[in-house]
């Protein structure tokens, strides 16, 4: 089942601080963000797995609550760019973990 | 290395025509997979490989193919394209990264335009 993120757009000035969620109705064990420019490929920005730690990437952090089964994803001091559109996946169940479902995106834009 | 590339970037076809998208990967990787992309719709997955010579269904299976004949290609076959097939289709590769489990690297994207 598709995850659900939220807000699905947000404008920001440089500088400013944003969170993306992303929750499931299924079990997680683990969540993955990525990052997509403009006409570009999505690229990994990094993987939460289960035991609530947060990651970083850059000014990009993360975290993630299994039992609440949903992650966030905290870009602090927003810079141009950071805009695109982040993407959070959810492997699936028994031993297809391989396999992710991607939320539909939350396009972020950052002004000068 | 070149990582994930696809080929064409960019296509349009006829309603009825045929076509092969092309992903190759050099990084040695056992999955593969491909996906299409739509406004709105996020990154929904075709069929996906474990290894050479397998392949399964993903989300949205209707009206492709695909074959892994190679470890490194995983070919993507549109035998009768329709006008809901224009999309962008992206191909990505994986391995396993035991307990932090799989990253995926993904191609650049072929546009593909059904008319």
């Known amino acids: ?112 | 290395n070149a990582g994930v590339t696809q080929t064409p970037k960019f296509r349009v076809l006829k309603t009825g025509q045929s076509m092969t998208l092309l992903c190759a990967q050099d990084m040695n990787h056992e999955y593969m997979y491909w996906y299409r992309q739509d406004p709105g719709m996020g990154l929904r997955l075709i069929h996906y490989s474990v290894g050479e010579g397998t392949t399964a269904k993903g989300e949205v299976p209707d009206g492709y193919n695909v074959s892994r004949l190679k470890k490194q290609n995983f070919l993507l076959g549109l035998e009768s394209a329709a006008p809901s097939q224009t999309s962008v289709y992206f191909c990505a590769s994986s391995y396993d990264r035991g307990s932090k489990g799989h990253t995926q690297y993904f191609g650049p994207g072929t546009r593909l335009t059904v008319l």
């Open chain 1, 1 to 112: 089942q598709q995850p659900v993120q939220s807000p699905q757009a947000v404008i920001l000035r440089e500088g400013e601080d944003a969170v993306i969620n992303c929750s499931s109705s299924k079990a997680l064990y683990s969540v993955h963000w990525y990052r997509q420019k403009h006409g570009e490929a999505p690229v990994f920005l990094m993987i939460l797995l289960k035991g609530g730690e947060q990651k970083g990437h850059e000014k990009i952090s993360a975290s993630f609550n299994e039992k609440k089964q949903q992650s966030s994803l905290y870009l602090t001091a927003s810079q141009l760019s950071y805009s695109g559109t982040y993407f959070c996946g959810t492997p699936g169940g028994g031993g297809s973990n391989y396999k992710l479902t991607f939320g539909k995106g939350t396009l972020l834009t950052v002004n000068p």
